[in-house]
Each structure stands twice: as structure tokens, then as C-alpha cells.
């Protein structure tokens, strides 16, 4: 499916200045990347693609047909996991996918229990079924948090942030699970992680401030930075000019001396050495620098 968003902008109703600032964006099948990092604008882009929120302007086409004069076919093909979900405690995870079953009309008992095998299969849930969902951990209730909107068997799956607060193998196993469901779908995942997209996604969107930084292939936006980028290790004096005199992607002290990645057309000082860049490096690059 793809997705056209079209001077998207979005002013709250309590907040004076724009949470999404004139956003443009045409996403196809397989997985994209919205990257950006606190109050970016991810969670308000993806509430007004998931059809929960309305733009204060702008447009949105599903395979060319408008978002809002299509709403209630556009459910049915949507599937939307947001940023913080509270799936039911008191219930297991058969008994709370065959409430999510009923709740999309489904009446037939034999197609629910298909449905709800299949889903639970595929998120890796097969042997947890008599667990009550309290009982559950974070990566298993992202996964049943998955299983719910694979349900409606979507063709775009609008995820908000799913790896906060996984631990790493959970966090590795869920990235799987995107790419395993990606193959015939639309995901639409963000995240302020840049590992997150690192294997996962060739097409991003860096968004800051409401507005879209970069657009493109993964590997272009890095080779934005290709060339230009230097490591010096040195004193407190060498950090601060290079903070003046160029972009700092990262600093990391070594026994309190500091070892800077810069952007610089040619190296500023004496001893800086070339590095190979990386989306780290041409994210923190495209936000204007590290903070001090
Ligand atoms: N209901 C609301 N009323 C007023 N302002 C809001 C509301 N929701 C979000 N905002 C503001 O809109 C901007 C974008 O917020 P949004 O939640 O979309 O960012 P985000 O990229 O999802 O951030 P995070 O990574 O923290 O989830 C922020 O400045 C935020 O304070
Ligand atoms: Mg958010």
C-alpha cells in the first residue's frame, strides 16, 4: 500500500506552536522508519494516520484515495499499536484476542481460534497461553500487543515506539518479528533508537520539532556525512573549538579526556584521523549536533 502525507500540519488545541509543521512524506511496502527524538512529533503523526486524531491541515491518500472521506475502509486495513497500551490484566492471551476477535465482528468460533493460533504463533507466544497477561513481561505483552492487530489480518501496521523499555534479546527478538510480518505488510515503526532502524528499515524519516529533517534511503542519508567525518582525541580546549568550529556527532570521555567525532569538510586539528560513519553519527549530524 502506499502512503502519500501531504503538508501535514498539526496545532493541539491547548499548545501554541506546531507539533507537526508542514510534513510531507510517501511511504511503500515494507518497513519505514520514523526516527526523532522527544516531543519530535511521532506519536501525533501516527494518531492522524491511525485515524484517531484529525490534522488541523493537510492531506493523507491511501493508494490515492483520501484518508478522511475513507475512514471506516481505512480501519479495516490499519492496525495501530500505540506508544503505551493497556491490554486486559485479568485475561490470558486466548481469552483477550478472542474479546479483540469479537470486537471486529467476527462470530464464527472455529475462524477465532484460527485466527488467534495463527497470531500467537507467529508473535511466539505458543506456550503462554494460560498466563494471565499481568503476569506477563514487557516483550511478551509488546508481542501480545502485536498479536492484537494482526488479528484484522492489516495491510499497515502503525507501531509507536515499541522497543522502550525491551532488554536486548527481547528488543532483537521483537526487530525480528517486524521483518518476519513486513514481508506482505506496510509497517510504519518509530523510535528515538537509532539501532533500532539500523537492520530493520532502508527507507526513514528523521522529524524534529514537527518537521521532516530527512527523507530518503538510509544509506544516502548516511553517505551525507561520508568523507567528512574525524575523530580527536585531545584536551578540554581541543573539544571546545571543535564545538565552535563544527558539528560534534559524539563525545566520549577516556579518563576525562575527550575523544570527539566531528563533521568537518577537512579535519580542524592536528592528529584528527577519518572514520567510517554511522547512522548514529549522521542522526545526531542531521539534529544540529550533540547537546553539551
Ligand atoms: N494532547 C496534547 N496537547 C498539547 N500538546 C501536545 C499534546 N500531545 C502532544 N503535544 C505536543 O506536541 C509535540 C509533539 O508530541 P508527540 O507526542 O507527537 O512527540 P513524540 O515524537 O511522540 O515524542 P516521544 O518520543 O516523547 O513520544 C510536543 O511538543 C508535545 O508536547
Ligand atoms: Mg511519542
Known amino acids: 500500500m502506499n502512503i502519500e502525507i501531504k503538508n501535514l500540519t498539526k496545532v493541539y488545541p491547548l499548545?501554541?506552536?506546531?507539533?507537526?509543521?508542514?510534513v510531507n512524506i510517501t511511504i511503500d511496502k515494507g518497513i519505514?522508519?520514523?526516527?526523532?527524538?522527544?516531543g519530535?512529533?511521532?506519536?501525533?503523526?501516527?494518531?492522524?494516520?491511525?485515524?484517531?486524531?484529525?490534522?488541523?491541515?493537510g492531506e493523507i491518500y491511501f493508494d490515492g484515495k483520501e484518508l478522511n472521506a475513507n475512514k471506516e475502509a481505512?480501519?479495516?486495513?490499519?492496525?495501530?499499536?500505540?506508544?503505551?497500551?493497556?491490554?486486559?490484566?485479568?485475561?490470558?492471551?486466548?481469552?483477550?484476542l478472542d474479546y479483540v476477535c469479537i470486537m471486529k465482528g467476527i462470530k464464527d468460533k472455529n475462524e477465532r481460534r484460527e485466527r488467534i493460533t495463527a497470531a500467537i504463533e507467529t508473535v511466539?507466544?505458543?506456550?503462554?497461553?494460560k498466563k494471565l497477561l499481568r503476569a506477563?513481561?514487557?516483550?511478551m505483552l509488546r508481542r501480545a500487543g502485536i498479536a492484537q492487530v494482526l488479528i484484522g489480518d492489516p495491510q499497515v501496521l502503525i507501531i509507536d515506539e515499541p522497543t522502550t523499555g525491551l532488554d536486548p534479546e527481547e528488543r532483537l527478538y521483537f526487530l525480528?518479528?517486524?521483518s518476519k510480518i513486513?514481508?506482505?505488510?506496510?509497517?510504519?515503526?518509530?523510535?528515538?533508537?537509532?539501532?533500532?532502524?539500523?537492520?530493520?528499515?532502508?527507507?526513514?524519516?528523521?522529524?524534529?520539532?514537527?518537521?521532516?529533517?530527512?527523507?530518503?534511503k538510509k544509506g544516502e542519508f548516511i553517505s551525507r556525512i561520508e568523507g567528512k567525518l574525524w575523530e580527536h582525541n585531545g584536551t578540554p580546549e581541543d573539544e571546545e573549538l571543535l564545538r565552535n568550529k563544527s558539528v560534534v556527532t559524539s563525545v566520549a570521555y577516556v579518563n576525562g579526556a575527550p575523544c570527539v567525532r566531528y563533521v568537518s569538510d577537512a579535519p580542524i586539528l592536528l592528529g584528527s584521523t577519518a572514520i567510517t560513519a554511522t547512522l548514529e553519527d549522521a542522526y545526531i549530524y542531521a539534529l544540529g549536533g550533540v547537546k553539551r
Open 176 to 178: 525480528n518479528l517486524l
Open 40 to 57: 519530535a512529533g511521532k506519536t501525533t503523526l501516527m494518531r492522524i494516520l491511525a485515524t484517531i486524531m484529525q490534522a488541523t491541515e
Open 124 to 129: 511466539g507466544l505458543v506456550g503462554e497461553e
Open 32 to 38: 519505514f522508519g520514523l526516527i526523532g527524538r522527544n
Open 74 to 96: 481505512f480501519r479495516t486495513s490499519l492496525g495501530y499499536l500505540p506508544q503505551s497500551t493497556k491490554l486486559m490484566p485479568a485475561l490470558n492471551i486466548v481469552e483477550f
Open 182 to 216: 513486513a514481508r506482505e505488510r506496510t509497517i510504519i515503526f518509530s523510535t528515538h533508537i537509532t539501532a533500532d532502524i539500523e537492520h530493520l528499515c532502508q527507507d526513514i524519516c528523521v522529524l524534529e520539532k514537527g518537521q521532516v529533517k530527512y527523507l530518503g
Open 136 to 139: 506477563y513481561s514487557g516483550g
Open 15 to 22: 499548545g501554541k506552536k506546531k507539533a507537526l509543521d508542514g
